[in-house]
């Protein structure tokens, strides 16, 4: 049985003789019950006889509406995918000067493209890939990159570097901080 976008289809193969009866299909939902049935006599020799519980004419309609749906494109055409050009730093991070151990630090830059999919935002500290912790969170929402850093420590000290990629190349921004 298939039950895709709204059609179901009860396909019988091989049909045999022991198949012929009444089909009945019933769909229910928060908001009632339809069904449909139909009767099939399978006949010695493959031959297969309908007996529609449905007027000549919707008889017809269903039967095109199957034809359509059954012929129909089972993927749709590939999207053409939008060309990015290289990302570009629109505003950098700044450099954040002295600060006292136990602050919260804010880093924010601004870049672009803001709607690549492929865009992947790396941050380093001194060179390193910068680890994650319960003090750190970055974020990156409509071109906006921020790097957040809470309760910070002497070791916090450094050139922050955020990198950010797309299959058309790269940018990068740094920012300092010393913290005492």
Known sequence: MINDFGFVIL????????DSGVYRCVARNFKGTAQSEGKINVQRGGVV???WQLPEKAQQDKIVELEDYLHRD?????AAEKQFGPPTIVEPLKDLGEISENSIVH?????????????????FHNGKVLPFSSRIRTQN????VVLDIKQTIPEDSGNYLCRVINKSGQAETVGQLMCK
């Open 11 to 18: 396909e019988i193969a091989p049909v045999e003789p022991h």
């Open 49 to 51: 006889s309908y007996a």
């Open 74 to 78: 089972k993927e749709p055409p590939p």
């Open 107 to 123: 880093f924010q830059c601004q870049i672009e493209p803001i709607d690549d999919p492929n865009l992947k935002v790396q941050w």
């Open 141 to 144: 929402d409509f071109g906006f």
